[in-house]
């Protein structure tokens, strides 16, 4: 079984910059393919990123390419997520995941260990 904790939450303004952090604790981290996954209220939970067990091949959602950037310290069992040019609508619950996947992978029903979330909400 694998722990997760998200942390670096917070409220910040539209362009501003957060990093959000996922520490990892129980199995082997490198076992695991890593996501992360957000949920507005009121909305369906939605795939924000994904990224191999060696920490390579991420995988974006559209909404997010090229604001966001996945990585990981498999020396540190930590997953991280980068979020620059951050605009309101990226306003959400954060959740971290693990996946024994060997791919990486973006369907969060394949995903076997959710951390409780870290809240992100950004201003107008």
């Known amino acids: 079984q694998v722990r997760l904790v998200e942390s670096g939450g917070g409220l910040v303004q ?6 959000l952090a996922c520490a990892a604790s129980g199995q082997t981290f490198t076992r695991y393919a890593m996501g992360w996954f957000r ?13 191999s067990r060696i920490g390579t091949s991420p995988i974006y959602a559209d909404s997010v390419k090229g604001r966001f950037t996945i990585s ?3 020396a540190k069992n930590t997953l991280y997520l980068q979020m620059k040019s951050l605009k309101p609508e990226d306003t959400a619950e954060y959740y971290c995941s693990a996946s024994p996947s060997s791919l990486v992978i973006t369907e969060g029903r ?10 992100v909400t950004v201003s107008s």
């Not at 949920?39 to 990224?51: D, H, L, T």
């Open 14 to 19: 539209a362009g501003g910059s957060l990093r």
């Open 39 to 51: 949920q507005a209220p009121g909305k369906e939970r939605e795939f924000v990123a994904a990224i």
């Open 72 to 74: 990981r310290d498999n």
């Open 110 to 119: 394949l995903y076997d260990y959710w951390g409780p979330g870290t809240q």
